[in-house]
């Protein structure tokens, strides 16, 4: 499985960004697809994932209510509409995805074997 990403850029705060990301490949069974962040002397961890069998969701906590995880199946596409950004969701942001995930484990940034390119997400206060 290839992940390209796409999205990302520079926004004041209260703004929104839309990260979306394609995947090459297999996205039958278990397939999951999500958005991992990494900041500065911060731990990764999984802002939103989706599951394609079920459409099963998953949010980090910080964002609930505020960014939303969907698909176009037949795009093979999943886009992560961000709104009402504050500084502290400044990160690089990766799309990620597994072909073998379990509903347990779709917040679990080890678990998810395919990396696409980063892309920075910069808010400003």
């Known amino acids: 499985v290839q992940l390209q990403a796409f999205g990302g850029g520079l926004v004041q705060a209260g703004g929104s960004l839309r990260l979306s990301c394609t995947a090459s490949g297999r996205t039958d069974g278990s397939y999951a697809m999500g958005w991992l962040r990494q900041a500065p002397g911060k731990e990764r961890e999984i802002v939103a994932a989706?599951?394609?069998?079920?459409?099963?969701?998953y949010y980090e906590d910080s964002v609930k209510g505020r960014f939303t995880i969907s698909r176009d199946s037949a795009k093979k596409t999943v886009y992560l509409q961000m709104n009402n950004l504050g500084p502290e969701d400044t990160a690089v942001y990766y799309c990620?995805?597994?072909?073998?995930?379990?509903?347990?484990?779709?917040?679990?940034?080890?678990?998810?074997?395919?990396w696409g390119q980063g892309t920075q997400v910069t808010v400003s206060s």
């Open positions: 990620v995805a597994d072909n073998a995930l379990i509903l347990s484990n779709m917040g679990n940034p080890s678990a998810y074997k395919y």
């Open positions: 989706l599951r394609w069998r079920g459409g099963s969701t």
